[in-house]
């Protein structure tokens, strides 16, 4: 009984919810359905831009049902009571942790971008080293505040933009210079490669800790392993006619 009712609660008042991260398709395909989608895209759009995702990102996000929920998840935001973080892949790498604490704004050139500047608003993001390979990182990154672009603008500030990323790195793009270690030509994810994988607040009514998680998309995974890809030098020895040269060919097709 007690979970029903804790159930019912979340359910009335905020939603948890994994769109893909080509959320705006499925927004417009929503409204013309009737699906409950056109909902959260209104909310997205109109209401509370903290808790929406960039373009092209995956994973969680956190969705008020009601005005008076809405505004105490924006209070709670404000006051730095949600914990969001994400995974992101990054070229080269950078130090185990560290903080980024840089203000953003509009970028003084280009009106898409968002840069650090002097006067901007403030930012501050922390990222952790998950794993460390050959030219790229996987992160854990946590933002204590919901600006624009901002793990993908700060992590480009700091030397290491995120992969796939066509605004703010090298995405879609031939890897001149190349990023040492990665043998690759050209930047192999077809999007940045940044995913909300965790999210967890207070109930703004019944007081209960929440918490999810949701792990990243299958393109995320395959760019993770195609990055982990790299050359060892191998020595191969043996007396004449033992078959070297049948196993360098056999190496040479794969």
């Known amino acids: 009984k007690d979970t029903r009712e804790r159930d019912q609660a979340y359910n009335e008042y905020v939603k ?27 909310f997205i759009l109109n209401t509370c831009e903290n808790y929406g995702l960039d373009k092209d990102t995956s994973g969680l996000i956190c969705v008020a049902l009601t005005e008076e929920a809405r505004m105490r998840l924006s209070e709670a935001f404000a006051a730095r009571e949600i914990r969001k973080e994400y995974l992101a892949l990054v070229q080269g790498v950078p130090a185990p942790a560290g903080t980024v604490d840089a203000p953003l704004g509009r970028h003084p050139t280009v009106k898409v971008k968002v840069a ?66 990665v043998l690759l030509k050209h930047d192999p994810a077809p999007r940045q490669m940044l995913h909300a994988w965790h999210l967890s607040f207070i109930h703004p009514f019944t007081g209960e800790k929440m918490a999810f998680t ?27 006619g033992s078959g070297k040269s049948l196993f360098m060919r056999m190496l040479a097709e794969e």
């Open 116 to 181: 650090v500047v002097k006067n901007g608003k403030e930012a501050r993001s922390e990222w952790r080293v998950l794993h460390k390979g050959q030219g790229y990182s996987l992160l854990g990154v946590r933002i204590f505040t919901g600006r624009t672009h901002q793990i993908r603008v700060h992590m480009a500030h700091v030397g290491h933009p995120l992969w796939g990323d066509k605004l703010y790195g090298r995405g879609g793009q031939v890897l001149t210079p190349p990023v040492p270690g």
């Open 214 to 240: 949701c792990p990243p998309p299958e393109d995320f995974v395959q760019t993770a392993l195609t990055l982990e890809r790299h050359m060892r030098r191998v020595v191969v020895t043996g007396v004449a």
């Open 16 to 42: 948890q919810v994994t769109p893909t991260h080509n959320l705006i398709f499925h927004m417009v395909k929503a409204f013309f359905t009737g699906g409950i989608i056109c909902c959260i895209g209104q």
